[in-house]
């Protein structure tokens, strides 16, 4: 039967989710408070999960569906009733969406033709890759804390760095910077409270910015981007050096996300000694 999710059901519902996705536990139950969440439980047994969220993609007026089976139950109609039962739900959203989005992995399974067979088309992959090797040599770029007064110059550079990766997947709007207030707001926010201590900034001995990467505390980096104006001088594999140096000292393995499509990225990784690990694709269908 299908119900709802209970605030008991979390560490079940996280392990099982996990089979399925490399996902840090932390992250996969920030999702699973966030959005709205249906159980296929058998025989008092949890073997499914469904869920939606109508504020985490980003793109406005889209929101996020995501359906697992656990494999020993797969082929019995389990997913397709979760599926049918997020689907009318967000039908009946007072916050009208225009569409809707998936995110599965490809790399294994069979959730690609599950999500095509109900009119999904893929808009974008993603690699996580993983370091495997030892300590790099040290950046030369001159590496700064973020501070406040780099809040505009971050968000600037950072939308013209990502409009090229944006426009070439459709994913609107393709300047950051073009985003509704709202989700500005938010995102300064988001950079100066939780994010703050994690962002570096990167300049060359001009004392030009080129560039930024978040490392997180537990061994990810991500918001990695090189100023166009100083693309294809190298200051790409620095950052990627000061990442892995930073998170080894800490004992962690690095991994980060990258999209399937930016070839220059995933060789540039490559050639660092990072490997791809599990690949997953977002597709999105209209909703009528």
Known sequence: MIRDM???????????????????????AAILKSATV??????????ACGM????????EGTAEIYVY???EWRNQGIGSSLFDQLFRQLEQQEKRMTAVAATYRVDEGEAEAFFAGRGFV????????QYSGGMLAEPTLAIKPFAEGDLERYIQSQSDAYYEVRKG?????????????????????????????????????????????????????????????HQG???????AAFFVNRTLERGLQPYLLTGTHNKPAIALY????????????????PLS
């Open 233 to 239: 001088k190298g200051y790409g594999k620095q950052l």
């Open 69 to 71: 089976t656990r494999p």
């Open 169 to 229: 997947i459709d994913l609107k709007p393709y300047r950051l910077t073009d985003c509704s207030e709202q989700t500005m707001e938010s995102w300064k926010k988001w950079l100066l409270t939780e994010m703050k201590d994690d962002i570096h900034m990167f300049y060359d001995e001009a004392g030009a910015f080129v560039g930024s990467l978040i490392v997180t505390p537990h061994g990810e980096a991500y918001d990695v981007f090189v100023d166009p104006l």
């Open 52 to 59: 939606y969220d109508v504020t985490s993609f980003g793109e």
């Open 6 to 28: 209970h605030d008991g059901d979390m560490k079940a519902v996280v392990a099982m989710l996990q089979r399925g996705v490399q996902w840090r536990a932390l992250e996969i």
């Open 38 to 47: 249906f159980l296929y439980e058998q025989q008092g047994e949890i073997v």
């Open 270 to 285: 490559e050639r660092t000694g990072f490997q791809t690990c599990q690949t997953m694709l977002t597709a999105r269908r």
């Open 122 to 129: 893929p808009l974008w992959g993603q690699h996580l890759m």
